[in-house]
C-alpha cells in the first residue's frame, strides 16, 4: 500500500515536499516513480527513482525544479517542488513499477491515492 501526502495550496514560485509511504512488501528493492494528472488532462510522468537512488529520471517539464529521493529506511519516497507553477497544479501519484521503462505507466502496477497541489498565481 501507497500513501502520498504533502500536497495543498502554495502561491507561484513556492515550494512543497510530498512524500510516499510504504507499507508492506520490500520497499527498499522498489523503483518508485510520480505522475501527475491535472483537470480535464492525462496522467503524465514526472520522476523516478531505481531502489538504490543512483538513477533518477524527470520529465522535461519539471527538470531542474523538482527533486526525487528516498528514504529506505523509512519507505519512503519524496518528491521536493521548487518554484511552483500555476501549470503544476494538479493530483500527485506515487507508484511502484512491476517492470519497464518509468516513463509509461503500464510499467507500474501499485498506485497511492494521490494527494492535491494547487498553485495560485
Known amino acids: 500500500q501507497l500513501q502520498a501526502s504533502g500536497g495543498g495550496l502554495v502561491q507561484a514560485g513556492g515550494s512543497l515536499r510530498l512524500s510516499c509511504t510504504a507499507s508492506g512488501g520490500t520497499f527498499s528493492s522498489y523503483n518508485m516513480g510520480w505522475f501527475r494528472q491535472a483537470p480535464g488532462k492525462e496522467r503524465e510522468f514526472v520522476a523516478g527513482?531505481?531502489?538504490?537512488?543512483?538513477?533518477?529520471f524527470y520529465a522535461d517539464s519539471v527538470k531542474g525544479r523538482f527533486t526525487i529521493s528516498r528514504d529506505n529506511s523509512k519507505n519512503t519516497v519524496y518528491l521536493q517542488m521548487t518554484s511552483l507553477q500555476p501549470e503544476d497544479t494538479a493530483a500527485y501519484y506515487c507508484?511502484?513499477?512491476?517492470?519497464?521503462?518509468?516513463?509509461?505507466?503500464?510499467?507500474?502496477?501499485?498506485w497511492g491515492q494521490g494527494t492535491l497541489v494547487t498553485v495560485s498565481s
Open positions: 507508484a511502484k513499477i512491476k517492470g519497464g521503462n518509468y516513463y509509461s505507466q503500464s510499467s507500474y502496477d501499485y
Open positions: 527513482i531505481s531502489w538504490n537512488a543512483f538513477g533518477r
